[in-house]
T-cell receptor, first 112, second 112 residues
Framework: QKEVEQDPGPLSVPEGAIVSLNCTYS??????FMWYRQYSRKGPELLMY????GNKEDGRFTAQVDKSSKYISLFIRDSQPSDSATYLC????????????FGEGTQLTVNP | EPEVTQTPSHQVTQMGQEVILRCVPISNHLYFYWYRQILGQKVEFLVS????????KSEIFDDQFSVERPDGSNFTLKIRSTKLEDSAMYFC??????????FGPGTRLTVT
């Protein structure tokens, strides 16, 4: 079983739609959860960062972590064509120094 | 806003040659990382570095790889004898105060 699983998509939605992106994981030691956005052949850009279970909101983005189910989500409200990118979930065990373990990434296209 | 920078953006080398990839992490960050992403695959951890020594390394990071912080600002990844399978995007990252990792734009390494 993979440590982190993410549906690679592709996912295509109309502008203004609510987008739901998800990852599951198997390592119960993961404590820190991140979502990155990656444009083609560019570096991952940090979008959201959460610790342990709970919700976090930042503008149109909401991150949810359910540690009991080993499931994390990213919601994008009022999606825009500029949101078209690959979204990567990533997680780590500890704070300082821990490696990030990434999902495969979900490719999202928002159509005008 | 401070950011991680990497040079060169694209490096082409012949099999068996040595390459050095360079990174300038965000000032005042103390942990540094190298990751790689083979085309179409997930981002994979290579090595973390703290206080002038390797903190953790993955099974990918074998004797052909080395890292160094030659001065107060640069962080380098050396591949001693490149193989075709080393062709990938290589990302440098540094750790922020909330334990979030910020990535550079990457160096695309092509081994021919």
């Amino acid at each position: 079983q993979k440590e982190v699983e993410q549906d690679p998509g592709p996912l295509s939605v109309p502008e203004g739609a609510i987008v739901s992106l998800n990852c599951t994981y198997s390592n119960s030691a993961f404590q820190y959860f991140m979502w990155y956005r990656q444009y083609s052949r560019k570096g991952p850009e940090l979008l959201m960062y959460t610790y342990s279970s709970g919700n976090k909101e930042d503008g149109r983005f909401t991150a949810q972590v359910d540690k009991s189910s080993k499931y994390i989500s990213l919601f994008i409200r009022d999606s825009q064509p500029s949101d078209s990118a690959t979204y990567l979930c990533a997680m780590s065990v500890e704070t300082s120094g821990s490696r990030l373990t990434f999902g495969e990434g979900t490719q999202l296209t928002v159509n005008p | 806003e401070p950011e991680v920078t990497q040079t060169p953006s694209h490096q082409v080398t012949q099999m068996g040659q040595e390459v050095i990839l360079r990174c300038v992490p965000i000032s005042n960050h103390l942990y540094f990382y190298w990751y790689r992403q083979i085309l179409g695959q997930k981002v994979e951890f290579l090595v973390s570095f703290y206080n002038n020594e390797i903190s953790e390394k993955s099974e990918i990071f074998d004797d052909q790889f080395s890292v160094e912080r030659p001065d107060g600002s640069n962080f380098t990844l050396k591949i001693r004898s490149t193989k075709l399978e080393d062709s990938a995007m290589y990302f440098c990252a540094s750790l922020g105060v909330r334990s979030e990792q910020y990535f550079g734009p990457g160096t695309r390494l092509t081994v021919t």
